[in-house]
């Protein structure tokens, strides 16, 4: 059954340094997502991306992030000076584009840890 | 402003007991609710999607209900391999590309 993948799957990295989160939607999926949860706390909504632009973005997506698919496979996340906040588990979800096909399939996480 | 929550925030259930978990929302306008599971250090499972009151949907022991303001995740006779977070998440029409708003979950541990 297809899957939404992730690398890495553990990322340490020092504060002011730049990461990029790495994510393999579902190969027919459309529509893309990034969502976070930091450690004890609900998973929140970061970005959503479609036809190569950002449709919405959370007030947690500030100027530091940004969201790339260089190709057709991958989609990416980039924190480009990580702060120690940042440090949580990254998901990220893919869906179709079909109406009534709203369910969105996650992957199995990047916990990145900021230093 | 738009609120998905979640109990009890924990269960412990003995192998074979019965119960619900709840999840109340107030969204305008609901798109569709999901119930998602969450083993330790792992992504959401998905698990079952409900688009209009009086909804149902059922998997092995696991149930899914809808009504207008909330859901319910049956679990009958659980095993512990049932134990998990589960996750109750909500979409809502005038949302551009219907993000997910996720409540806090529910921790089930299922003693054998």
């Known amino acids: 059954e297809p899957e939404v993948t992730q690398t890495p799957s553990h990322q340490v990295t020092q504060m002011g340094q730049e990461v990029i989160l790495r994510c393999v939607p579902i190969?027919?999926?459309?529509?893309f997502y990034w969502y976070r949860q930091i450690l004890g706390q609900k998973v929140e909504f970061l970005v959503s991306f479609y036809n190569n632009e950002i449709s919405e973005k959370s007030e947690i997506f500030d100027d530091q992030f940004s969201v790339e698919r260089p190709d057709g496979s991958n989609f990416t996340l980039k924190i480009r000076s990580t702060k120690l906040e940042d440090s949580a588990m990254y998901f990220c979800?893919?869906?179709?584009?079909?109406?009534?096909?709203?369910?969105?399939?996650f992957g199995p996480g990047t916990r990145l840890l900021v230093l | 402003e738009d609120q998905v929550t979640q109990s009890p925030e924990a269960l412990r259930l003995q192998e074979g007991e019965s119960s619900s978990l709840n999840c109340s929302y107030t969204v305008s306008g609901l798109r569709g609710l999901f119930w998602y599971r969450q083993d330790p250090g792992k992504g959401p499972e998905f698990l079952f999607t409900?688009?209009?009151a009086g909804e149902e949907k059922e998997k092995e022991r696991l149930k899914a209900t809808l009504t207008k303001k909330e859901s319910f995740l049956h679990i009958t006779a659980p095993k512990p391999e049932d134990s998990a977070t589960y996750l109750c998440a909500v979409q809502y029409y005038g949302g551009a590309t219907n993000k997910l708003i996720f409540g806090t979950g529910t921790l089930l541990a299922v003693q054998p």
């Open positions: 190969s027919n999926h459309l529509y």
């Open positions: 409900l688009y209009s």
């Open positions: 979800a893919s869906r179709k584009s079909t109406s009534g096909q709203e369910t969105q399939y």
